[in-house]
């Protein structure tokens, strides 16, 4: 079935809003639009992979070659015509590394370094998700190790100060996965922590992110990366769908914006109210639609509560959950999607 949607996704999909971002408010920006983008990736994020098997499972569908599917890019690639494999852009799906000697084989690449979150991560959490996660040459990778992100021009190198630049073709890649996983991960997972350079625009988002996204389009190639993750992750990088979305949060050079039908002011189907809202326990959900299941997580993606009403209004009872911020997944008979912040006193 994913082959099949490899082969049938269509240029056209950049111009189309994903279902999955039915009930966001467009006419939000900054921390606002930030929060909610920051609650769908979590509560939409229903499936954790296993680091091994399933991530080589999924890099080899998900980083397939459109033109070639018995082939996988590497990122930070550029040249498959030379006699050094170290800089080869694309490889066999076949030529992954299991054993300890891996030259001239691929692994896989923590775009955003596993020693560099706040704390460490290892191979579960930020260190499964394959929207963060790329194949990659094995001495290149070593090559990269855990160093920051700077700016420069050309191919991917190693800067004179010792920081990496990912590539020209790469580097908006590299900003929207840092973008995503800054929205997934908070605090453990900034943009901050992976870079080095001037913040113009926006204290919390690097101005080379900012660039890059504006300066390297989204491609195919990620367009449909991000439709094969959702179906393996449950959620999607909001920056690859519409890279004007990090224009609206942080600032700075003006990206592509893939939704024009969209303006600013826009907004998609308010229809659900939550109150209380604060409250010490109890909420109430009413729509007009009929609610098909609630879903309560966590801030760090863990499920705490589903209930299915199956009617326009139901109630919530987190009376036995400890204080703080929730996101309230709501799905509607339709089959659309909506999340709400919930504050717990």
């Known amino acids: 079935m994913i082959r099949l949607l490899l082969l049938l996704l269509p240029l056209s999909l950049i111009a189309q809003v994903p279902a999955y971002y039915t009930g966001l408010d467009y006419g939000q920006t900054g921390e606002d639009l930030e929060n909610d983008l920051s609650a769908l990736v979590i509560a939409t994020h229903t499936y954790e992979l296993i680091y ?7 890099l080899k569908l998900a980083d397939l070659v459109p033109e070639d599917p ?3 890019f590497l990122i930070y690639g550029y040249n498959d015509s030379d006699n050094d494999h170290v800089n080869d852009r694309t490889r066999s799906k076949d030529e992954s590394c299991h054993t300890s000697s891996c030259s001239g084989k691929w692994v896989r690449e923590h775009v955003f370094p596993k020693s560099l979150g706040n704390p460490s991560f290892g191979n579960e959490g930020p260190g499964s998700d394959a929207h963060s996660i790329r194949a990659v040459d094995y001495t290149w990778n070593n090559s990269r190790s855990n160093r920051k992100f700077a700016e420069g021009e050309g191919d991917s190198h190693i800067t004179s100060q010792g920081f990496f630049y990912p590539g020209d073709e790469w580097k908006g890649d590299v900003a929207r996965m840092m973008m995503y996983m800054h929205l997934r991960y908070g605090n453990r997972c900034t943009a901050n922590q992976v870079s080095i350079g001037e913040h113009n625009f926006h204290e919390d988002m690097p101005d080379i992110f900012l660039q890059w996204n504006a300066e390297d389009p989204v491609s195919e190639y990620e367009l449909v990366r991000n439709e094969v993750l959702q179906t393996m992750q449950g959620n999607r990088n909001p920056f690859i769908d519409n890279p004007y979305l990090a224009t609206l949060i942080w600032g700075g050079p003006e990206a ?8 600013v002011k826009d907004e998609i189907f308010a229809i659900t109210q939550v109150y209380p809202n604060p409250s010490n326990g109890g909420f109430i959900v009413k729509s007009n639609k ?12 863990s499920k705490v509560l589903g209930e299915k009403p199956n009617k326009s209004e139901a109630k919530i009872n987190l009376e036995e959950i400890k204080s703080g911020a929730y996101i309230l997944l709501i799905q509607y008979a339709d ?11």
């Open 52 to 58: 091994t098997p399933e991530v080589w499972n999924a």
């Open 70 to 72: 018995s082939k996988v």
């Open 256 to 263: 592509e914006n893939t939704w024009p039908q969209m303006s």
């Open 290 to 301: 009929i609610i098909k299941s609630l879903s309560v997580f966590s801030v760090d993606g």
């Open 335 to 345: 089959e659309t999607k909506e999340t709400k912040k919930l504050i717990l006193q």
